[in-house]
């Protein structure tokens, strides 16, 4: 997405929520990403595109995102568009875990995205494993699989705690 939006389009910014991760800091991580091939053709025509990276400090597997209230404000005021992608898809992940990032994260960017004054568009994009009791999966929302609502799931997971 990045690369695309980046390479295709003249945007001024993109904020992008991310967390240091095994001893890389945010931004090596976002010098690493640029190094990667699929930039090769951005970084050629646009050479100074990755200016337009605004990093945000967070994690999903916060409350909140872990997103400081400055950070906050600034999504609030100059949003336009939010891609939310990120996801566990291990099947191993504690239960825990797994909440917290696909489930709680999701809701507390929709409940973010709801004070952002200049959003036009949000993007949710999901796992193809999402409805796995399901074995027909249509284009609609499920409210019925689990007999649980997300708020009472990830209520069960904060009284249970991240060693569950």
Avoid: W
């Avoid at 053709?41 to 916060?62: F, H, M």
């Avoid at 568009?121 to 649980?148: G, M, P, R």
């Amino acid at each position: 997405f990045i690369e695309k939006i980046l390479r295709a389009t003249e945007v001024k910014c993109i904020y992008i929520l991310i967390r240091p991760k095994k001893e890389q800091s945010v931004e090596d991580r976002i010098d690493a990403m640029f190094k990667n091939p699929l930039f090769a053709e951005l970084n050629r025509k646009k050479p100074s595109a990755k200016k337009r990276i605004v990093p945000i400090l967070g994690d999903c597997l916060l409350a909140n995102l872990g997103i400081s209230p400055a950070d906050r404000q600034t999504l609030i005021d100059g949003t336009q568009i939010v891609i939310h992608s990120a996801a566990t898809v291990r099947f191993n992940e504690p239960l825990y875990n797994a909440l917290a990032i696909n489930v709680r994260a999701t809701m507390d960017l929709i409940t973010l995205a709801k004070n952002m004054s200049k959003l036009e568009s949000f993007v949710h994009v999901s796992s193809a494993f999402a409805n796995c009791t399901v074995f027909h999966v249509d284009e609609v929302y499920y409210t019925s699989e689990l007999k649980i609502t997300a708020e009472n799931m990830c209520k069960v997971a904060e009284l249970l705690g991240p060693d569950k």
